[in-house]
């Protein structure tokens, strides 16, 4: 079953993220499993909203992938994730790639 990733990260800047994205080529060789990422900042920190095929490929991503790339990084701290169950998924015609 499809989930919803919702993390939020507080103290991860901009420039983390973007360090980590580059390292881990996620936009190049997408994650087995990942369906679609949304991340932003505000004045809480660091935010994404990801929907995946199940939380095992998600931590399947994280622990081959993603986690190198965060301690090399240097990123403190650990993030706050909850995972739910996909309802219902719409994606407007012609949206697609990345922004």
């Avoid at 990733?5 to 993220?17: C, D, I, N």
């Avoid at 997408?30 to 939380?55: I, K, L, N, Y």
């Avoid at 090399?72 to 219902?88: C, D, N, Q, W, Y």
């Amino acid at each position: 079953m499809a989930v919803v990733l919702s993390m939020h990260w507080a103290g991860v800047t901009p420039e983390q993220y973007d360090t980590v994205r580059d390292a881990v080529g996620w936009e190049e060789v997408p994650a087995a499993g990942g369906q679609m990422h949304v991340a932003w900042f505000d004045d809480q920190g660091f935010h994404v909203t990801d929907v995946w095929d199940s939380q095992e490929a998600f931590e399947a991503f994280f622990g081959e992938r993603l986690a190198p790339a965060i301690q090399k990084a240097g990123l403190t701290g650990a993030p706050e994730i909850v995972f739910s169950p996909l309802h219902r998924r719409f994606v407007a015609p012609g949206v697609g790639g990345t922004g």
